[in-house]
Every structure is written in structure tokens, then in C-alpha cells.
């Protein structure tokens, strides 16, 4: 898997720092509002590895009515103001 858009210096919400407390579920992400914890999610939830998708064939910009199984092995992140990761497209 190719992706556009690393920070290879860090990313901005990397300097955020964690406002969890260690064992206090109530004041720990989720339940609590740690940028830090939350960006991190995002961070995770962007895929590693190739995958497949399933999309309609087009042809002449119609779809046929086919569908067809691609492989996808490049996505570009997209980034949100302290540079988290607010989605990714292929
Ligand atoms: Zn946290």
C-alpha cells in the first residue's frame, strides 16, 4: 500500500498530548475529549495494506451493469487543521 500525504517529521496532533487519565474510564477517550486519543483512532483506522473494492464497470463513462472486483494500492490522506487525519480517498 502506497500512501500520499505522511508526515514523516510527525504529524501537528502528534504534539498533542494525551489528557487521559490511566485507568479512569469517565476521564479517558472515548468518553473523555483527548484530541490526542481521537486522532490517534484516525490515525489507526487508515488501511496498511492493499485491499479490494467492488465497484460498477464503466465504459464510455457508463456503467456496463457489471461489477467488477479492483485492487487498491495507492490512497492520499486527508488532513484536518492540526494535520489528523480526517478521511483518505483512492
Ligand atoms: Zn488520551
Request: proline share 6%; net charge negative.
Amino acid at each position: 500500500m502506497k500512501i500520499n500525504g505522511l508526515k514523516p517529521d510527525g504529524a501537528l496532533w502528534e504534539n498533542i498530548k494525551c489528557c487521559c487519565i490511566k485507568g479512569d474510564v469517565e476521564h479517558s477517550y472515548p468518553l473523555s475529549e483527548c484530541k490526542h486519543c481521537k486522532y490517534n483512532e484516525c490515525w489507526l483506522s487508515v488501511p496498511q495494506d492493499d485491499f479490494k473494492v467492488k465497484e460498477p464497470e464503466m465504459k464510455d463513462d457508463k456503467p456496463t451493469g457489471n461489477i467488477i472486483t479492483r485492487t487498491v494500492k495507492e490512497i492520499t490522506l486527508v488532513r484536518g487543521s492540526h494535520e489528523d487525519v480526517i478521511g483518505w480517498n483512492f
